[in-house]
């Protein structure tokens, strides 16, 4: 939903950065408002996922020039637990099995810290127990997966939905999916993509990074940029994406050059 | 060449060395006569060495073997029996003696060659020579010094780049003779891209004592498949000591299936190094035994490169005063990240007097891996059992059933389904016989 | 490895301090005349010091093992001091006690005074070679069970450790538990009657203090039919950059529905981030499940000392007997351990559990090493073993050599063993949910271990968490 009256969420300027000497991102300009869904496309290796790993805060990435700014503060003076306190959500493309330590331990604490950094009351194990169960109904997921240990032995779906879960209990607000729709089927796709919506307010906003389409049929876009060799080449509105999936990204690519 | 070993039997064994002719190649007479050398510095392992603790090979010492010089007579109708109908190509060795009119050299594809080393080393000296003798070196091992110092009857297969077979070759090594030594010897050679499958079959036409001392050497070159059976159904009184070294380049796979019946005492040691990124290996076995049988698997996987890959699977079924002993260590060295190794080591105890010793065994010098193994000793699962006399059949039927299917899980994984056939009688034949 | 893992892996030792007291010290070396004078020292039975001189005319014919997986310089028996102690000599009561040594353990967080005791734990209290003190000796002898220093029990029962010591681990029995039963200075004993169950646990806090010392003790604990006790072991030691040799001996005896269990946390000094200095920890426990439904249970929480070369063992002998082995072995720096278990089925339907965990970090070799072995009279015996290793950086090695050797086709053995880490994505994922990494740190770890912090008593798996916490939180960079 654009309302350019909105408040501006995420501010980014001229970002580059680099995972071991290599530099991945070569000057990403993009602004999001509360209440948007951004869409980043691109081919693989484009750096999309690189973005959403650094505006998280991932150790393995360095931030060589640009700002970010979250909310009007510094994103880069927050160490990354900083960030998820602050609001910062990053869903996942490969989440990492945690053997021995069950998600209900997890996501309680997750949750009782997220709340503390917001001066809201910590939850006691019963009273987060209805929580975290009401989350699950929505997520279709049984109640086993509470006494599992993170991620441990999930299939592809459940990992992802293990995911939102976790979004809906944070309530972030700035929610950086990372390629949410790889590995699922079409019901765990709509299941998915069905509490992302429901998740999504007029306060918060959502950046989706997804190398196909089909996830945009499920969760509508107000825009779509195209990422290659680090930078936004292109921005539209839902119209590209349909365009992209119709004509591939060579075209785009291509006309770049051509350009250049 | 003298034979000054400092163990009496080993110089007994090592008699008859020096009459190997001269090969036509001079570094492989150099090989050779560091292997002698070695030989007579080494002495027979005993049970207080660690790789040879659950195996006694004083009952092999014990015993006076002899090299063989010429190969008995046997006929075509005598080995009818191991036919493999799919084989592109057989080669028949009688007492370690290679017999061409039992042969079938067959029409091999362009690029795939099997024949004998001899052969080999005058057409393919320079690829053979950085891996024959080198692969497995045998510094510290007697029985692969012993092979070395008398290799003479080998076998060369090689797969050039990109070429591709899918029918096996047959290698059929037969042992006729009471009181003989042979000492088999095969390279294998896969260059880039090529595909084959090789079977190496042991049988007896007698069952009287002898030594089959042999090692097979291989190499997996870049993006390369093979996949290499060897069968063990060798005489009832016979030794049986094997050593097999495998390099792996990258994104090699090695598809290893052994199979062991036989042999009063057999030992199988299989080493195999990923020396390339992202190299695959599967590793099969079942021992299936009885009577006074021991059967002994040795691997080490070593993954010394990252992303590489290796599922391995080692059943025993153990049946009368049977003994199996299995060692299977997992060695990621620093560095082989994103390593995914997995091991099982299962048995199966059908009597009293069986005995399994099993020691599977991780080292791992890596963070970013995945490795896991596995063991279990036991018996037929109690539920199985009574789901199948639940349908009707009798106690002794059932336990046969599901001992055959344990075995058989291993077994029908091997690509050539005549051999396949001819394992899973085997195996029904052994299992109704209380193994 | 990242800085931030870095950090989190170099804690300093916090008990490396060494006590200013005056000690007398055997000069050092090792023959006959030092172990006559060990034995005179206190004032041993004849038959105890044929004990000493037979383990050691044994011990001089043995070799030290070689197979385990560490490396260390060889061992100069002479260079050692084999008897220390404090002076002045022992006192009766705890208000003689030398105060400095009261002070040590207090620093320790060692009750001495029985006032100031954790509730219901009775403590026995080694330093150097001699027990100093044990508390509540009085209470526990109202119900019949005998408690405190092995030298005490020889002198005031010298039957019951006639008839038991060595009945476990014979003299002979390895180069290091034949090097104890020649040199032993001190330990603990314990006496559990018949259908006694022990109304607190007992403990023994052990501590080496003198720098060219070793630390000799040999415990045995006798738990007769239908007695239960739970023992508890501590040990700390100061920082020197010289090896100290800590080589004891542990004997379990369980008769008919008797049930011991014996947990360890042991924190000797490790060395320094370069391998320089710590204890070497070469130690022999045994337990003899010799009644019927009888049952042993080792719980360990190894993070100390610079090599670490123990397997607290079970053999089940009468019919139905458990044997349990709970193990967390933490090695960090250049620290060495081979550490693990054997379960000996020989009576039927014996069962067994080992649940192993083993964590390494920096550039430390963690092995577990462990024996299951059916014998042929062991009609239904059950074992299960799970064997799991968490590596923390790529310097470290992390092994599992388990032992399977089963003789009778009706038992029924399970083994699994697996690899975890903790890496950067581990602690990102956490941090991104807004975790920081010292309690996510502590969040995976109490995780791994968590089957094994259950079997110990409350106040120690309090004290375990918190060891393990020191050895791998702090400054986060």
Redesign the interface.
Known sequence: MINSNAKTLLEVRDLTASVAGVEILKGINLTVRAGEVHAIMGPNGSGKSTFAKVLAGHPAYTVQGGAVLFEGRDLFALASDERARAGIFLGFQYPVEIPGVTNSAFLRLAYNTVQGGRGKDELDPLEFDDLVREKMKMLEMSPEFLSRSINDGFSGGEKKRNEILQMALLEPVLALLDETDSGLDIDALRVVAGGVNQLLTPDNACVLVTHYQRLLNYITPDYVHVMSAGRIIKSGNKALALELEERGYDWLLDAKKAAA | MTVTASHPYVASLLAGSTAVPKSPAAWLDARRAAALERANALAVPTTRD?EWRFTDLTPLTKLQFQPVTAAAAVSAADIAMYAVTEAAARLVFVDGIHVPALSQRGALPAGITAELLADGLKTHGALIEPHLAQLASGESDLFTSLNTAFLQHGVFIHAAKNASLQAPIHLLFVATRKDTATYPRCLIISEAGSKCCVIEDYVALGDEPYLTNTVTEIAVAPNAALCHIKVQREGGQAFHIGNCAVTLAKDARYLAHAVTFGARLSRNNLTVIQQGEGAHAQIDGIALIGGRQLADTHTLMDHARPNGSCEQSHKTIVGGAGHAVFNGKVFVR??A?QTDSSQQSR?L????K??????????????????????????LDAEHLFYLKSRGLPERQARNLLTYAFGAEIIDRIPVPSLVAQLERSVMARTEAGA | MSTVLDNLVSQPYKHGFVTDIESETAPKGLNEDIIRMISAKKHEPEWLLEFRLKAYRHWLTMTEPQWPNVRYPKIDFQAISYYAAPKPKLKKSMDEVDPELLRTFEKLGVPMHERAALAGVAVDVIFDSVSVTTTYKEKLAEVGIIFGSISDAVRDHPDLVRQYMGSVVPAGDNYYAALNSAVFTDGSFCFIPKGVKCPMDLSTYFRINTQDSGQFERTLIIAEEGATVSYLEGCTAPKFDTNQLHAAVVELVALDDADIKYSTVQNWYAGDEHGVGGIYNFVTKRGLCKGRNSKISWTQVETGSAITWKYPSCILLGENSIGEFYSVALTNHRQQADTGTKMIHIGKNTRSTIISKGISAGHSNNSYRGLVKIGPRAEGARNFSQCDSMLIGAKCGANTFPYIQVQNPTAKVEHEATTSKIGEDQLFYFQSRGIPTEEAVSMIINGFCKDVFQQLPMEFAVEATKLLGLKLEGSVG
């Open positions: 660690e620093e560095g990240q048995n105890l059908l009597s009293d069986a005995r399994v010793d099993t020691k599977p065994q991780l080292e791992i010098f890596a963070d970013d891996v995945k490795c896991a193994h596995g063991a279990t000793v036991g018996q």
